[in-house]
């Protein structure tokens, strides 16, 4: 499954952005689909997770309460809508896929990945 990811953007600080990941070649309904970051000098960090039914979903700790993950399967998209958005939260995201459940946080237990998005918070 190839992905895409879209929706970045620079935005000032307290402000939203919905960040989408859509999928060609198979439909995105049957996988799992996270979100991954990576800032400036930073590696590469867990996010937020949903699963292929869209009952679960996971968050880091320093999201909790600001993102929120969804999905349309209809539309073979997930969503990660951004709010009160801080500078810390400047990075490219991106989105990965899996059909195998697996520690969501860890890297390795995703199997496709698409391009980034940059999001740029200003203060």
């Known amino acids: 499954v190839q992905l895409q990811a879209s929706g970045g953007g620079l935005v000032q600080a307290g402000g939203s952005l919905r960040l989408s990941c859509t999928a060609s070649g198979r439909t995105l309904s049957s996988y799992n689909v996270g979100w991954f970051r990576q800032g400036p000098g930073k590696e590469r960090e867990f996010v937020a997770a949903?699963?292929?039914?869209?009952?679960?979903?996971y968050y880091t700790d320093s999201v909790k309460g600001r993102f929120a993950i969804s999905r349309d399967n209809a539309k073979n998209t997930v969503f990660l809508q951004m709010n009160s958005l801080k500078p810390g939260d400047t990075a490219v995201y991106y989105c990965?896929?899996?059909?195998?459940?697996?520690?969501?946080?860890?890297?390795?237990?995703?199997?496709?990945w698409g391009q980034g998005t940059q999001v740029t918070v200003s203060s």
């Open positions: 990965a896929a899996a059909t195998v459940s697996g520690e969501p946080g860890y890297s390795g237990s995703w199997d496709y």
């Open positions: 949903i699963n292929w039914s869209g009952d679960k979903t």
